[in-house]
């Protein structure tokens, strides 16, 4: 709740009321996240503390009291069984096919001038070629030693051509992450076999998350 932006994830029956669906381009994630389930069996965890609404349509309410979890399920529907004032289901489409992304190599620039520049600042910044990736707001990463993973994922894909101008964004990190199980977290170092490199392993969306925080990135979509 606290990163995510209040229209994305809920519009409250009084902002309904005042501001019609007709007015408001987005659909909150409240009347979605059903349907996501549905077509990718993919469940959403949600940290909330200020909204009630999606008890409505949650299947599983954990409440946290001094980090201990208690289950309320139970009784989070009954109060909203007993609401009087209900929001409206904004959509009850199903949710669109994903539409994947393919980066386009010449986006994608390791170098300043002549010289390659990909360097990395503690949990928040790398410098690839001429642009800063921001990664200040990607709370999963931990450590400084998946930021410095992160950069040479980028940097090794460019290498070997697996940033090609054909395969997805997808594609690609699951061709990296096969490497990395085969021969080693240390086979997207270029000193390999030469010093440690300080790595941890990221996950593939910390990953996805960098490369499209990358101010030059272009890609072509596609619809599978």
Known sequence: EDTSATNFLIRDEIMQKIVSKDKEPITPFIDQVKNIYKKFETSSVLVMG??????????????????????????????????????????????????????????????????????????????????????????????????????????????????????????????????IDKYGLDIISEFRDQHPGSYALPRKFEVAAAVNRLRSLKVLQVHL
């Open 50 to 179: 200020g909204s009630g609404d999606y008890f409505e349509v949650a299947d599983t309410v954990i409440l946290m009291d001094s980090y201990l979890p208690h289950l309320v399920t139970d009784k989070a529907k009954e109060i909203i069984k007993n609401r009087k004032d209900l929001r409206e289901i904004e959509s009850y489409e199903d949710f669109r096919d994903i539409t994947e992304r393919i980066p386009l190599p010449s986006s994608i620039d390791p170098f300043r001038g002549r010289k390659k520049n990909v360097k990395t600042r503690g949990l928040n910044n790398i410098i690839f070629g001429t642009q800063n990736i921001d990664l200040s707001s990607i709370e999963q990463i931990v450590d400084s030693s998946q930021v410095n993973s992160i950069a040479d994922i980028i940097l090794c894909a460019l290498q070997k051509t697996y940033i090609d101008g054909k395969n997805t964004l997808t594609t690609i990190l699951d061709m990296v992450f096969e490497d």
